[in-house]
């Protein structure tokens, strides 16, 4: 069962000077149900496109699995209720079902609810050691703008956040969107494993804040570098300090932060003010 990503729902719009019957699109969401060797780890609401991609991306940024070739089978099932994508992964992997097991369900402004130990909440990150892309500054002040040309959900609703990865000399190569900023961003690291892109030849452009696990995903895929349209959090910078990671943000209109590790980007600047 084919399950559409928007609906077209009746509403009042109500102006300044008047009020009139309206149709807009929305976008959908559903529960789906991460399951591993038979045990829900996760039950996320999730926009009903690319599930593959979420799942994998899922799967792989919680450190579910660390390779694919450790999942054996996998399958979308869908249900009345939502879907659950379930894989069958190997056994010395199945151990980590437990320790990093979410037996609730996601709002998708949260990407921590649910997590059993406190501690599991920062996990230890790995330092980047890729040299990682050599990216212009117009690259960069172009990348959050470049992104909206590869968000068709938002043009018609107006209502979820994208995740793409870009290149240098190529541009956006690949975009996903979701309600969820958190699920757009699992997407896009599934769709990246699943096609065999290099996550340590470019940089992963985001429509939201960079909150921690916004970078703990990105290292956790491998990436060097993370440009983002809006703030990030304090502690989501210690974290890309420590982790070796460049952090762009509030990249739009032509400019852009650079919060750590600059050497990446060809800014062009030879002093600070």
Avoid at 180 to 200: P, T, V, Y
């Amino acid at each position: 069962m084919v399950m559409p990503s928007t609906h077209s729902m009746p509403g009042l719009s109500v102006q300044r000077e008047n009020a009139r019957d309206v149709m807009r699109r929305l976008p959908e969401e559903t529960p789906v149900a991460l399951v591993f060797n038979g045990t829900t780890a996760a039950v996320m609401m999730v926009t009903p496109a690319d599930l593959r991609d979420f799942a994998f991306g899922f799967a792989l940024s919680e450190g579910f699995i660390e390779r694919l070739d450790q999942v054996i089978s996998f399958e979308i099932v869908s249900h009345k209720a939502g879907a659950e994508a379930r894989f069958w992964i190997a056994e010395e992997q199945a151990q980590t079902i437990q320790a990093r097991r979410r037996n609730m369900l996601g709002p998708m402004g949260c990407g921590l609810c649910g997590i059993d130990s406190l501690e599991q909440a920062i996990r230890p990150l790995p330092v980047l050691t890729a040299a990682g892309p050599a990216l212009s500054r117009q690259e960069v002040a172009r990348a959050t703008d470049a992104l909206r040309d590869h968000q068709p959900l938002h043009d018609q609703t107006h209502a979820v956040h994208a995740a793409g990865f870009l290149m240098p000399g190529k541009g956006i190569v690949l975009a996903r969107e979701d309600v969820g900023r958190h699920n757009a961003l699992d997407k896009l690291i599934g769709a990246m494993a699943l096609c065999g892109l290099d996550a340590s030849q470019g940089a992963i452009v985001l429509t939201s804040r960079v909150s921690v696990e916004m970078v703990q995903k990105t290292v956790f895929a491998n990436c060097p570098v993370l440009i983002a349209v809006s703030a990030p959090t304090a502690h989501a910078l210690r974290l890309a300090s420590e982790a070796n990671l460049t952090l762009v943000a509030f990249a739009r209109g032509g400019g852009f932060d650079i919060y750590a590790h600059p050497d990446r980007i060809a800014t062009g600047a030879t002093d600070a003010a």
